[in-house]
Each structure stands twice: as structure tokens, then as C-alpha cells.
């Protein structure tokens, strides 16, 4: 069979109402003899779509298609295909410095006599506004208007950038901010489960697939699009066309059977889900679900199941379509054209979901939902569930089995102690989405209210939903009021205490914590909670599900377990019991019948219009910037103008030694700028007031702040430093703390290469590019771990950094690493993927030992980008 006669054996039409639809039928592979596709996961027969539409001979041959066809052979064999996504979605704190990537690039375009236009998304793109609110108010009425107010304020040289961006690119809508959060946007309204678009005259459908700048991407493989987050630099290639290069990922089957009990709610059950799946292993993996366990979970379970993918490591975590999706399109005010579609594509490409044993999985796990009990996450991992009743038992595993100490707040009458919650935050779209959890929320609030009970005067509340709609039926469902007069009052529609934008607590408060010395905790209806993440004063982070954040807000402590002791007392001096006030499964059910598709339709009909503040903002014209030089929030990046890496590194010293689980958080912090870093002096030097500080994640528009703030964790331990908490290192041979910036600009004074030496997981979290580009601008030529979180190693490699692992059984330990090392990698004349590279070690006594690495760079893509010195000039040659 000739190239490409595949291709057109498969094109088939599909005619659905008065329209026809040109597709390339899976079912008609089968009737060319590939019997085998019948009995491929859901997730490959997408992927598997998606390589044989886009077979050109060129970027994507049959030799792709037949590998996934093989699948049960080709997971194992680490073979590449070249994944060419319908479209893509960014937030702000990713998306800004992706448009100034974008930017930049032109520039460079220009810069070489060619068109700048020629940079222009090829893919559909949506920035959503949603990472820039903080809560700087809370409990009070006012709460929303004047944070938001704040929030224009302190970000509108970013948000005129964006206004620039909209008219400067085709392809590319923003979401203004106050509308929600991306991931719970895109699930309500942007995702489609089955694409359809014009091409040459002739109505084409496929299935709705996306990569996005964000890891939580992946909640929309609840509602049967497939996607996951990339960085950034990743994104950007994207959305210009380049394909998304990767592995042919092993799929990891999860049969539900069962269903939830009483009180149980997604959130207990995906914090049990994420544990289940951290032991099994399924980093760069794809999930699905199955089993008739998911007759009793709704659509928005699912996507919270989606959701918290990356905390378990999956690639993504898929459901097929099935009845539950088209009831949920329905009603969120999807067309009915468009729904009848997503089903008559679904059943005539075999993606509508089965149960049954014939589908085959990579390996397999159950769980049986009658097992699920109520849980939180924490103190400091997603994965590391506790059940309700063992939390006291939790704190004293933290303080170290120590007696709980106590302090006085200021002018108050109460004392502090550890474990004490100073946060308590109805937030993110994990939980926000559902509104099953949402309601369990305001009844619990109600039936508290009711009973005499109030939040404790120490806990700083908040609710910031992930879309408008949210707010509409609480009002509607009348259980706003009560939630208000609990202190959840609105404080903006976005991501807040999820990502750290939890504002400051009351001097007082923070007054008392570090007096104290005191363990305090948060508990909010998140999905992370490393260390340093939530607010640099709390060191106990707990994840649990809305009406648990209320429950903890209530009782004011962790030191307690509400299973069996009283939440408070009622004004008679009863006591009252978390069971008196849970929710029955019946009042959530009827609460949840108050969510109707008017509310969907309306909410989302001005969706990119944005406010009067908004659209006053000046836009700007012309093809390319104009980079203002004064700009703290804007700045045009190198990474065009880097070299390419040489054929060797010799002579390069250690600038972290670091342990187990490092995320893109400790490595690149997206919270609040300390006066005395090196971002926070950079910001005074360029007279800024530390009022004005904002957050690294705002600023990630500027490369001068972003690279000072590269490994700045208030959280981060450098091994090469002992005990030391924080962004710090010292030269080799040198007893002397430093930020680890400053000791990168002295290494690159004397042209010294630098690497970085890590432990297992490294760059876990969230799909943070900057985690990335700082690595490279401080010099950084190599990180070496025993191995790494998919995203992150990804990044580096689009940044011309090189991912090294350690063989197993050799770590830093066993060669005795202390920092004073100098370190030599040797056999990169020809770079290609998993290849071996030789590491010399030069020990400060003289001794030397020779070790093989393996070079993570995984695919032949990834190997052109980092010979490239980065996609970005990677792309700049193929377009100028």
C-alpha cells in the first residue's frame, strides 16, 4: 500500500440532521484488516485518529498511524508519534509570557527581513484571565468589588499587553478577568467533545482535543476531550503549528464498581484516587476509566477525577462519551446540533464507552466506591491522603510527636496553637465545578447557621468559584446568605489560595505565628499543597472537599477529628456534631436540581466581552511590540539569541544539591516577592514599592525578575547548605550562604557551566515553563535526578537545557556528592534520544569516578529543539 492510500481509504461522510460531515473512520481501518483497533483504549483511538488525519508523508507517515494500531506492542518501545492538537488554552500567568515569547519572536522574524505576521497561532487559542486575583479582602460584602479593583490595578500593564495580543493575532481570544477559571471555562463552555470546522468548502469532524499552559488541562478529559498541559515554550510551538512530540504512552485501566455511600463526596474520592494511583505508577501515563461504577458519578465528577491528574502524575485521565456527557452538554447550553453530533460521531468511530473486558489496558487497578470514606490530603503532598478521623493523629506526625505550643494574638482574646486553621478557602476548579460539592457546602453552612455556630475569629475564609454560574445557584438555591455569614463571602472568580494568591493574614496573626513558632494550617478545596504554595507562614496545607472547608472553618482546628468529637456548641451549651449539620444525599440532590441551562447560557453570552475598565484599557498597535524599557511587568527575552550547547560541558560546578520531590514550585515560585531577594531589590531598584511587589506569577512577562526568583523557595532545602530552608547555595570550596542567583552570576563571570544534581520526581506540579527558562538563564546546562515529573523534563528540553538520569542504584548519595565536586559530561557530539552520556566526577581530593547517564531527552523532536538552543529558535529558523 502506497503513502497515504491509508488516509484515503478511511475518509468516510457522516451525515447528522441536514449537514454532512467528511471523517477518517477507525471502523473502516478495521474492514482494511487492522481488527485490532476495535480493542484499543479509548485515549489510542484518538491519538490514533489524530496521526492518520494528519498523514502527510512528511511530519506524520503511515509508519505512525501502523505504530498505533500495534499499540500493544509500540507502548513498550518508546516510539514516537507527532500529536497535532485542534486547539489550545492558556491562563494569564502562563499565557502572558507565552504571547511575549510570541512577541519576541517576531522581532527576531523582522530582525531577518521576514514577515513578523508569519508568527501567528495556525490553532484556535483562548487565554483565560484567572491567576492574577488575590484575596487581599474577605468576609465582608465588599470582598469581591475591592479585590478586583486591586487586581486592575496592580495588573494592567499585563492586561494592556494582552489587549495588544487580541488585535495582534489572529486565532487568539482572551477571557477577561472576573469571568472564571480557564479549566472550569473551558469545561462549561469552550470544549466541544467532537470539533467540526470548514476546510476548502467541506464540513470536517474530529475528535476535540487540546494542550494547554496550565497541568490541570486534564479536567477536560472528563467530558471526553482529550488533552493535558505542556509548558509554555511547548504551547507556543503549538499553536503555531509545530506538532507535540511524545511517546506512545502506556494506558492504565481504573475499574469503578460500586457506588459512593452516604456523606462521600468526588472530592474524598479523588484524594483516594490520587493515592491509589502514586503507588501504582503512572507518570507519563494516560488513565481511563471504566467499570459500572460510573453509572453513579456525574460529569462533574468525573472532571474532578480529571482534574488531579498531574498530583497523581498521569498524563491525563480519560472518560469515553456516554450518556452522562451529552445530559451535561445539554445542560450547559451547548447547541443541540452540536450534541447530536458528539453522539453519531462517538458511535460510528467505536468512542462511546464500554465496560466490558474486551478493551486492552497497559495494566489495570479497581476500586470499589463503598469504600471511600472521608478524607483530607496533606500536610505538604496531594497523594499523602489522612482519613478524617486519624487528622490529630497527622499534626503530631508533623510537630514530631511535640507537645502543641501556643501563643497570644495580639490585643485579642483567644491564643493560637499549632494546627490551628488561619485559612480556610472554598476555591479552585477541582471542587468548584461540581456543583454537588458546592451545594454540600451552602447546606452545611445553612444547618450551621442555624444551630448558633460561627467561623473562629482566627480563620481567614473565602470562596472564589471557578465560573459565574456558581454564584447563580447559590443565590438561587437561597444558600449564599448563610455562607456569607459564615465569612465565605465572594471574593473573586479565579484561582486564588489554589495557587498562593491567598493574600496576606492580619499582622496580628502572622505576628503571633512567627512568635510562636507555631505549625498552622490551611484548608482549602484545592489540588496542591506543597510547601511555600498556600502563604509562606503556613506550613500545614490540607486538601478537602467544600463542606469539609466549612466544617474546619467551624471548628478552627485540625487537632481535632470531627468524626467523633463536637464541631461547637449551640447557645444552650449543646453540643453539636458534624453529622447534625452534613447534608443528606436527598437535600443535595434537590439543591442540585436548582442548576438549570438558562443559567449556563446567560452567564456565558458576553463571555469575551469583559467590563467597561476593561475594554478602556489602550490596546496598542502593529504587527510587533513596543517594548517599553521601564516596564517591570514587560520585558523582550533573550531566548531568541542563545547559544547553541557545545559537544562537551567540562569544568561544570554543582549549583543545588537537592532531595526527592522538587516541583516547578520550589523551583520557580509563583507567590509573593521577598523585599530582600534579588527579585524584591531588582523591583526597589527599579522604583517599585514593595506594595507593589505583586507576585512572581504576575511577572512572568520579565525575564530579570523571573530568572532572580529561579529556585527562590521560601520552602526549598539545598543539601550543599545542611538544615538551611530557602533559595540559597555557596560557591564550591566556599562555606558562605548566597542567593542562589547571585552565585549563578559570579559562576558566569567566569564562563563556569553550572548543573543541577536532584533526587526522584524532580519538577513536579505545574506545567511552569519558568521553572524552566530561569534554569537556562542562571547558567544551568544540565539537571541530573534519579528521575523526572513528564512536564518539567519536557520544558527543559524546549529550553536547550539537558535532562540526565541517573542508572538505578546511583544517586547523589552513593557518590558521597557534597557540592565541592567539578563535573565533566562528555559524548555529546551527536546527540540522540535515551542515548547515553558520560559523567566524570572530580572529587576536591582528586579521586575521580566515571558514571553513565541517560539522556532524557525522549524523542527526536525534543533532540532538535535542544540542538536548537530551544524552541523558540527552533521555530524562528523553520518560519524566517
Known amino acids: 500500500m502506497s503513502q497515504g492510500q491509508l488516509k484515503q481509504l478511511c475518509e468516510q461522510e457522516l451525515r447528522v440532521g441536514d449537514k454532512t460531515y467528511r471523517y477518517y473512520s477507525l471502523k473502516a481501518l478495521e474492514e482494511q484488516g487492522y481488527d485490532k483497533v476495535a480493542n484499543l483504549p479509548t485515549s489510542i483511538k484518538i491519538l490514533l485518529e489524530n496521526q492518520l488525519r494528519h498523514c502527510d508523508g512528511k511530519i506524520i507517515d503511515d509508519l505512525h498511524v501502523k505504530a498505533l494500531i500495534e499499540w500493544r506492542e509500540t507502548q513498550y518501545q518508546s516510539q514516537e508519534i507527532m500529536f497535532m492538537p485542534a486547539r489550545v488554552l492558556m491562563q494569564d500567568f502562563t499565557g502572558v509570557p507565552a504571547v511575549v515569547d510570541l512577541a519576541a519572536m517576531r522581532d527576531a522574524v523582522a530582525d531577518r527581513g521576514g514577515d513578523p505576521s ?8 483562548d487565554l483565560v484571565i484567572d491567576h492574577s486575583v488575590m484575596v487581599d479582602r474577605f468576609a465582608v460584602d465588599s470582598a469581591y468589588r475591592d479585590n478586583v479593583k486591586m487586581e486592575m490595578q496592580r ?95 502506556e494506558v492504565v485501566g481504573f475499574k469503578l464498581t460500586g457506588q459512593l455511600q452516604e456523606g462521600i463526596t468526588a472530592t474524598d474520592l479523588v484524594l483516594t484516587v490520587t493515592q491509589m494511583l502514586r503507588q501504582h505508577g503512572v507518570v507519563s501515563k494516560f488513565v481511563e476509566f471504566f467499570g459500572p461504577g460510573l453509572e453513579s ?84 503532598r496531594p497523594q499523602d491522603r489522612v482519613p478524617l478521623s486519624e487528622m490529630p ?32 478557602a472554598i476555591t479552585s476548579c477541582t471542587n468548584t465545578s461540581n456543583p454537588a460539592v458546592m ?52 471574593v473573586g472568580y479565579g484561582c486564588t489560595t489554589c495557587i498562593g494568591n491567598s493574600g496576606p493574614l492580619p499582622d496580628a496573626i502572622e505576628e503571633a505565628i512567627d512568635r510562636g513558632n507555631l505549625t498552622v494550617a490551611s484548608v482549602l478545596s484545592g489540588n496542591r499543597n506543597f510547601e511555600g504554595r498556600i502563604h509562606a507562614k503556613v506550613r500545614a496545607n490540607w486538601l478537602a472537599s467544600p463542606p469539609l472547608v466549612v466544617a474546619f472553618a467551624l471548628a478552627g482546628t485540625t487537632n481535632i477529628d470531627l468524626s467523633r468529637e463536637p464541631i461547637g456548641s449551640d447557645a444552650s451549651g449543646n453540643e453539636i456534631f458534624l453529622r447534625d449539620i452534613w447534608p443528606s444525599s436527598e ?25 467597561e475598565e476593561w475594554n478602556s484599557l489602550p490596546a496598542g498597535e502593529g504587527k510587533t511590540y513596543n517594548w517599553d524599557d521601564q516596564s517591570t511587568y514587560i520585558q523582550k527575552p533573550p531566548f531568541c539569541d542563545l547559544e547553541a550547547p557545545g559537544n562537551a560541558v567540562r569544568g561544570a560546578r554543582i549549583l543545588l544539591l537537592l532531595g526527592d520531590s522538587v516541583t516547578t514550585d520550589h523551583i520557580s515560585p509563583a507567590g509573593s516577592i521577598a523585599e530582600q531577594s ?86 513536579t506540579g505545574s506545567s511552569r515553563d519558568w521553572a524552566a527558562k530561569g534554569s537556562r538563564l542562571l547558567g544551568i546546562k544540565a539537571v541530573i535526578a534519579e528521575s523526572f515529573e513528564r512536564i518539567h523534563r519536557s520544558n527543559l528540553a524546549g529550553m536547550g537545557v539537558l535532562p540526565l538520569q ?8 552513593t557518590l558521597k556528592l557534597s557540592g565541592d565536586e567539578k563535573i565533566d559530561l562528555t559524548g555529546l557530539e551527536t546527540v540522540h534520544p535515551g542515548m547515553e552520556v558520560g559523567m566524570t566526577i572530580h572529587y576536591p581530593d582528586g579521586a575521580m569516578e566515571i558514571c553513565k547517564l541517560r539522556c532524557r531527552l525522549d524523542t527526536a523532536l525534543e533532540v532538535a529543539y535542544y540542538t536548537s538552543s530551544g524552541i523558540m529558535p527552533y521555530v524562528v529558523d523553520k518560519l524566517s
Not at 711 to 735: H, K, P, Q, S, V
Open 393 to 424: 493523629q497527622a499534626l503530631q506526625h508533623q510537630l514530631n510527636g511535640e507537645l502543641i505550643r501556643q501563643t497570644h494574638v495580639g490585643e485579642e482574646s483567644y491564643n493560637l496553637k499549632d494546627g490551628d486553621v488561619v485559612i480556610a
Open 439 to 490: 451545594m454540600a457546602a451552602g447546606l452545611l453552612a445553612q444547618k450551621a447557621v442555624a444551630r448558633g455556630l460561627s467561623r473562629k475569629p482566627w480563620v481567614k475564609s473565602s470562596l472564589a468559584p471557578g465560573s459565574k454560574v456558581v454564584s447563580r445557584y447559590l443565590d438561587q438555591a437561597g444558600l449564599q446568605d448563610s455562607l456569607d455569614r459564615l465569612g465565605f463571602n465572594l
Open 118 to 125: 508569519s508568527i501567528n497561532p495556525v490553532n484556535p487559542v
Open 678 to 763: 534579588p527579585a524584591g531589590q531588582y523591583l526597589v531598584n527599579h522604583g517599585i514599592d514593595r506594595a507593589e511587589f505583586n507576585s512572581y506569577g504576575s511577572r512572568r512577562g520579565n525575564h530579570e525578575v523571573m530568572m532572580r526568583g529561579t529556585f527562590a523557595n521560601i520552602r526549598i532545602r539545598n543539601e550543599m547548605l545542611g538544615g538551611i530552608e530557602g533559595g540559597y547555595t555557596r560557591l564550591a570550596d566556599a562555606n558562605d550562604a548566597m542567593a542562589v542567583y547571585d552565585a549563578a552570576m559570579k559562576y558566569q563571570k567566569s564562563n563556569t557551566p553550572l548543573v543541577v544534581v536532584a533526587g526522584k520526581e524532580y519538577g
Open 587 to 611: 437535600e443535595i440532590g434537590n439543591a442540585v436540581q436548582k442548576v438549570q441551562r438558562e443559567m449556563f447560557i446567560q452567564n456565558y453570552a458576553e463571555v469575551f466581552e469583559g467590563d
Open 155 to 249: 495588573n494592567r500593564e499585563r492586561y494592556q499587553f494582552l489587549r495588544w495580543g487580541q488585535k495582534a493575532f489572529n486565532n487568539f481570544r482572551v477571557v477577561p478577568p472576573g469571568t472564571g477559571i480557564c479549566h472550569q471555562v473551558n469545561l462549561e463552555y469552550l470544549a466541544r467533545s467532537v470539533w467540526s470546522d470548514e476546510q476548502d468548502g467541506v464540513l470536517h469532524a474530529y475528535p476535540d482535543t487540546l494542550v494547554g499552559t496550565d497541568s490541570h488541562t486534564t479536567m477536560i478529559n472528563g467530558l471526553a476531550v482529550l488533552g493535558w498541559g505542556v509548558g509554555g515554550i511547548e504551547a507556543e510551538a503549538a499553536m503555531l503549528g509545530q506538532p507535540i512530540s511524545m511517546n506512545i504512552p
Open 806 to 813: 541517573f542508572p538505578d542504584g546511583v544517586t547523589r548519595k
Open 297 to 380: 458519578l456525574s460529569l462533574a465528577d468525573r472532571a474532578t477525577l480529571a482534574n488531579m491528574s498531574p498530583e497523581y502524575g498521569a498524563t491525563c485521565t480519560f472518560f469515553s462519551v456516554d450518556r452522562k456527557t451529552l445530559d451535561y452538554l445539554e445542560l450547559t447550553g451547548r447547541s443541540r446540533e452540536s450534541i447530536e453530533l458528539v453522539e453519531a460521531y462517538a458511535q460510528a468511530q467505536g468512542l462511546w464507552r464500554r465496560d466490558d473486558d474486551g478493551v486492552s489496558y497497559s495494566s489495570s487497578l479497581e476500586l470499589n466506591l463503598d469504600e471511600v470514606v472521608p478524607s483530607l490530603a496533606g500536610p505538604k
